[in-house]
């Protein structure tokens, strides 16, 4: 297996935190590269990714995926594997793992402003029906057509600078109950008040 840091940070990228005096805050600096249980909880509550891959050449793509909560799901200590959905039949990001194997994923959870990166090598996995249960929630209304299974070279997560707080209706639902279910006993209290009219 490659050195984390190295799968991190090209030689380019070394030189350019060398250059501007930031190179000796990730030197000797221990990486992630197993899935642990911190990364399970985060990844049990993502509904959304970004999927980056480039072609042989080098010509990147980047790739929005989507499901239900926890629909990235890790398979091992170094796995992570998603349904892959039917959608637009483009089918870069499959050419792109076609050619070059490496690949990127991107989570950003706004309500907690986390940002999750993941570098490793993707694969595609066709045909493997006991995966595939384990990976789709019968109850999200989408086709899956294959999966993507991804093996973790390095991951961190860092830096909630600049990440502006959004939030999903599931997030706000609670809040939302608790303030109806208050509006409506103060109207009834209301009522009482007034008395018969």
């Given amino acids: 297996m490659s050195d984390p840091e190295d799968v991190m940070f090209s030689a380019g990228v070394k030189a350019e935190q060398t250059r501007l005096g930031s190179r000796a805050q990730f030197e000797g600096r221990t990486w992630n590269t197993e899935i642990t249980d911190d990364l399970r909880r985060f990844l049990g509550v993502i509904d959304t990714f970004f999927f980056a891959t480039a072609s042989a050449d080098g010509r990147p793509y980047i790739q929005h995926r989507g499901g239900p909560p926890g629909f990235l799901k890790p398979i091992g200590t170094r796995t992570l594997a998603f349904a892959d959905f039917a959608g637009n039949q483009q089918y870069i990001s499959l050419g792109h793992l076609r050619e070059n194997d490496r690949a990127h994923l991107f989570v950003l959870h706004f309500a907690s402003q ?28 989408a086709r899956p057509q294959r999966a993507i299974a991804f093996t973790i070279e390095a991951w961190d997560i860092n830096c909630r600078q600049h990440i502006v707080p959004h939030y999903t209706e599931a997030d706000i639902a609670p809040a939302v109950d608790q303030l109806a279910r208050r509006i409506k006993e103060l109207e009834e209290e209301v009522a009482r008040l007034k008395g018969p009219q």
């Fill in 114 to 141: 986390q940002r999750l990166k993941l570098w490793g090598r993707a694969r595609i996995v066709e045909g493997d029906l006991e995966l595939m249960e384990r990976l789709v929630d019968p109850a999200y209304r």
